[in-house]
């Protein structure tokens, strides 16, 4: 971008029509005159429709118009910004035990609107860097935290229920993701926990998890996913392959809303469809902003002296072209 810091000096610019209008003049109302006595070969050269002529009007317009640019003081700006960010650190706490595989959240099963939204979560995220933790009877990390999304997108589209384990360790599940943001320097550190059930095994229980958490200055969001009632469930049959059967899941809401209480985010959401699932990743999403401060500034590359240099070389090939070619001193 070019600027000028003086740009009323551009009005100067009328000069150059005012001087070709009084070159005009001067052609039409004056006879021709030569200095030199060789006229008979030189008789054409004050002709007004003589191309000669008219190169000392060109050359002292294009220097009056390089002084007057170079008085505007032309120029280059570069403009820069300067990003001061306090970034978030967040762990996705995901359950993966087999009650996961629950298809009420049509047309995917629970596990994968889980993965879903946890996609759709790092697409939001600007510069916060995201972890991943699984967990069913036992805790897995699976992505320590990193601003990598390309990375956090393949894991997360790797995930599978673990088909093997029914039993869900909440607690595990919760120290685990602690301990990946127990030596953060975030401004704001939380979990974001998505499970069906309810814990039933794990070495510790969630409330001491909870209570970790909170010491550390970890925010814990509860996310409770399943409908209430039966639903399906696969179920391999030798003879007829996968089939859907009726089961009844339970999960407890009453401990989701104490983890939550304890680390102050006073209740747990209950998603029992897709649609819910996601308005509550986005209510989240809302919620834990990072702060990004922009100052802007600019840098300035001064072009005037270019243009200084050019009108030196106008000025003296105008001298040239009168003292050489037509004889005239300047």
């Not at 600027?3 to 029509?17: G, Q, V």
Request: net charge positive; charged share 25%; hydrophobic share 45%.
């Amino acid at each position: 971008m070019i600027k000028f810091l003086y740009p009323i000096w551009l009005i100067a610019l009328l000069i150059i029509p005012l001087y070709w209008y009084y070159e005009w003049k001067k052609l039409r109302f004056r006879r021709p005159r030569l200095s030199f006595p060789l006229v008979h070969r030189f008789k054409k050269f004050y002709k007004h429709h003589h191309w000669q002529y008219w190169i000392p009007v060109i050359t002292k317009s294009l220097l009056i118009l390089l002084l007057v640019l170079a008085l505007a003081r032309p120029r280059h700006v570069i403009e820069k910004r300067n990003q001061s960010l306090k970034g978030i650190d967040i762990v996705f706490g995901l359950d993966i035990s087999g009650s996961m595989l629950a298809v009420d959240f049509q047309p995917v099963n629970r596990m994968e609107a889980a993965k879903k939204v946890a996609l759709n979560f790092i697409k939001n995220r600007e510069s916060d860097r995201i972890g991943i933790v699984t967990f069913s009877e036992y805790a897995y990390t699976q992505a320590p935290l990193t601003n990598n999304y390309s990375f956090l997108k393949e894991i997360i589209e790797n995930i599978d229920v673990d088909r093997e384990q029914m039993g869900t360790a909440i607690g595990n599940g919760i120290a685990t993701s602690v301990a990946r943001l127990k030596n953060s320097e975030a401004k704001s550190k939380i979990i974001i926990l998505i499970t069906d059930g309810k814990n039933n095994t794990g070495e510790i229980d969630p409330f001491t998890s909870a209570e970790i958490a909170k010491t550390l200055g970890i925010k814990i969001y509860c996310v409770a996913v399943g409908s209430k009632g039966p639903v399906d469930y696969p179920v391999e049959d030798p003879i007829f392959g996968t089939r859907f059967q009726k089961v009844l899941i339970d999960m407890d809401i009453e401990s989701l809303n104490k983890i939550a209480q304890i680390t102050g985010t006073h209740q747990a959401y209950i998603a029992t469809n897709s649609i819910e699932l996601q308005k509550i990743i986005r209510d989240i999403d809302k919620l834990e902003k990072s702060d990004i401060k922009q100052n802007k500034y600019y840098e300035y590359i001064e072009l005037f002296q270019y243009l200084l240099l050019l009108s030196i070389i106008m000025l003296i090939l105008d001298i040239l072209f009168r003292t050489i070619l037509r004889k005239e001193l300047p």
